[in-house]
């Protein structure tokens, strides 16, 4: 490490960050925290309350602190594109765009202006460099419950050597206990679970508002055409859905597709749920540059998900095909592919 170098530390006002940032003043750096502001919630890692927590913590290690207004570039860039995904009858996920471009976007370009040596984050993911391949490496962090690599494939392969992440070799219990001996307030303080600027979960009634469009009851149907029921609106409903239906059915039906075109929600059996093959677009590779072969893999189509084997083919256009050995249960337009070797992120996109 250089003398002086110094290190720009990403503060949620939780007890990832705030260990994070003493982990690094353990190496040596010289550390400013930042908090973004992005929306005006009571709780999250966009919230004043955060930025509070984050002003307190970066006192009690006596570091100086920073509250980034990016509430406009985040509406535009990651709260539009949500609403707009969700009413193309796709599933998006905005913690994979925030990362991409908030956390690891605007927060890089921060990193640089104020000649920051690293952006340093509260991740569960690790960066390393292999000397064998003459590049830094995308990793999987090693307490598997708690890993992040998944939410983190859209990073920039030219970004790794800036990024860091102290969690990455260590379990949520070693990082709880070590804010505890620190005398940290937030040492027990929860974890956020829910999309930041949709706290109750209640993804339709936000994009209603949001817009300010409505949408209508419309038919729920089997794949023939069948009609089961009146929907109480297709925003409302995501592939694998089974509850909160509102139908009387002899026996358990899921939502396997959603026809925007025709206002209609299509119902089938668990078993039909399973498919073997996804088409993913806006790619981004990590590991390598983009694959010109098809390659075999491991890939996975949730974040808690296990990964599954899988041969992944390039296509003209741009896209990949990627195909399971096992079928995979409730692919989702919208959400991610991120493809895997060993503890090793490839890369991923999006699912067509």
């Given at each position: 490490m250089k003398e002086n170098a110094k290190a720009l530390i990403a503060m949620s006002g939780g007890v990832d960050s705030s260990v994070a940032l003493h982990l690094m003043q353990k190496e040596g750096f010289d550390c400013l925290g930042v908090t973004m502001k992005l929306y005006e919630i009571e709780s999250g890692c966009a919230s004043s309350s955060a930025a509070n927590d984050g002003a307190a913590v970066a006192a009690h290690f006596g570091i100086p602190f920073e509250v980034l207004d990016y509430s406009e570039a985040f509406r535009c860039e990651v709260m539009d594109s949500f609403a707009e995904t969700y009413m193309a009858g796709k599933t998006p996920n905005p913690c994979i765009e925030c990362n991409a471009t908030m956390k690891f976007g605007r927060l890089m370009e921060c990193r640089a202006k104020k000649d920051c040596d690293c952006l340093v984050t509260g991740h569960y993911a690790r960066v390393e460099y292999d000397e064998e391949k003459s590049r830094y490496l995308l990793k999987k962090g090693l307490d598997e419950t708690k890993d992040q690599s998944y939410v983190l494939y859209r990073l920039k392969a030219e970004d790794l050597p800036f990024i860091r992440f102290p969690l990455g070799k260590y379990s949520k219990s070693e990082i709880r206990e070590i804010a505890e001996n620190l005398g940290l307030f937030n040492a027990k303080k929860k974890d956020s679970q829910d999309i930041c600027f949709v706290p109750d979960g209640d993804y339709a009634s936000f994009i209603e508002k949001y817009t300010g469009k409505s949408f209508p009851e419309g038919e729920f149907v089997t794949g023939d055409g069948t009609v089961l029921g009146t929907h109480k609106g297709i925003i409302r409903y995501t592939i694998g859905q089974r509850k909160g239906l509102g139908l009387s059915l002899p026996a358990p039906l899921y939502v396997c597709e959603k026809r925007m075109d025709t206002n209609q929600v299509v119902l089938c059996s668990n078993e039909e749920l399973f498919t073997d093959t996804l088409y993913a677009e806006a790619l981004n590779w990590i590991a390598f540059d983009a694959?010109?072969?098809?390659?075999?893999?491991?890939?996975?189509?949730?974040?808690?998900?296990?990964?599954?084997?899988?041969?992944?083919?390039?296509?003209?256009?741009?896209?990949?095909?990627?195909?399971?050995?096992?079928?995979?249960?409730?692919?989702?337009?919208?959400?991610?592919?991120?493809?895997?070797?060993?503890?090793?992120?490839?890369g991923g996109g999006r699912i067509m």
């Open positions: 694959p010109k072969e098809a390659f075999h893999c491991k890939a996975k189509v949730r974040y808690k998900q296990k990964e599954a084997d899988a041969y992944v083919e390039p296509l003209p256009d741009g896209t990949v095909k990627v195909v399971f050995t096992e079928p995979q249960r409730g692919i989702t337009p919208g959400q991610a592919v991120v493809f895997y070797e060993e503890d090793i992120v490839l």
